[in-house]
T-cell receptor, first 113, second 109 residues
Framework: IAGITQAPTSQILAAGRRMTLRCTQDMRHNAMYWYRQDLGLGLRLIHYSNTAGTTGKGEVPDGYSVSRANTDDFPLTLASAVPSQTSVYFC????????????FGPGTRLTVL | GQNIDQPTEMTATEGAIVQINCTYQTSGFNGLFWYQQHAGEAPTFLSYNVLDGLEEKGRFSSFLSRSKGYSYLLLKELQMKDSASYLCAVRENDYKLSFGAGTTVTVRA
């Protein structure tokens, strides 16, 4: 593994289903982030984690939850998916919370029907 | 809160120069980033400005004026591969990034 990986690459999901998007980084970065990207709106922060064991809410956290059990992994869970959560989801990481450049994973394209 | 504005689209000819402007009104300021994003791909880091002035990196340069809440990204000697979206992002006092909606640049032969 080199950098940040995300899984799955794409997913079609029925409304009401639970879904976990996976993100793993091998750069030993302390901070990790989840964004969603929608046409015309740009990237919006969902949740973030400054270090393992801590998480915080971003601009659009409703309907999403995260956990940070270790440095490398930062999964994003949709407890009960709704069509408005159809989007492209990007995971990112940075060496130190706020002081380093953020590097992005390849993204997950999620469609909720 | 934050308000970050950049043009939606720009078109230029191969070999030309294009300047993408970004204006921002944020509750704090701790640096401005430019990212490039090709269609269907992840954003990739281009440049970072925290002090006023011009930062040059090959064919790309980025300028910042903190007093005016203004930045621009200058792309010189445009190539077809420069066709992409360019994202302006501001890091505020809480160290999170706020992104503009992005500028789609189309380079024509």
């Amino acid at each position: 593994i080199a950098g940040i990986t995300q899984a799955p690459t794409s997913q079609i999901l029925a409304a009401g289903r639970r879904m976990t998007l996976r993100c793993t980084q091998d750069m030993r970065h302390n901070a990790m982030y989840w964004y969603r990207q929608d046409l015309g709106l740009g990237l919006r922060l969902i949740h973030y984690s400054n270090t393992a064991g801590t998480t915080g809410k971003g601009e659009v956290p409703d309907g999403y939850s995260v956990s940070r059990a270790n440095t490398d992994d930062f999964p994003l869970t949709l407890a009960s998916a709704v069509p408005s959560q159809t989007s492209v989801y990007f995971c990112a990481s940075s060496g130190l919370a706020g002081s380093d450049t953020q590097y992005f994973g390849p993204g997950t394209r999620l469609t909720v029907l | 809160g934050q308000n970050i504005d950049q043009p939606t689209e720009m078109t230029a000819t191969e070999g030309a120069i294009v300047q993408i402007n970004c204006t921002y009104q944020t509750s704090g300021f701790n640096g401005l980033f430019w990212y490039q994003q090709h269609a269907g791909e992840a954003p990739t880091f281009l440049s970072y400005n925290v002090l006023d002035g011009l930062e040059e990196k090959g064919r790309f340069s980025s300028f910042l004026s903190r007093s005016k809440g203004y930045s621009y990204l200058l792309l010189k000697e445009l190539q077809m591969k420069d066709s992409a979206s360019y994202l302006c992002a501001v890091r505020e006092n809480d160290y999170k990034l706020s992104f503009g909606a992005g500028t789609t640049v189309t380079v024509r032969a």
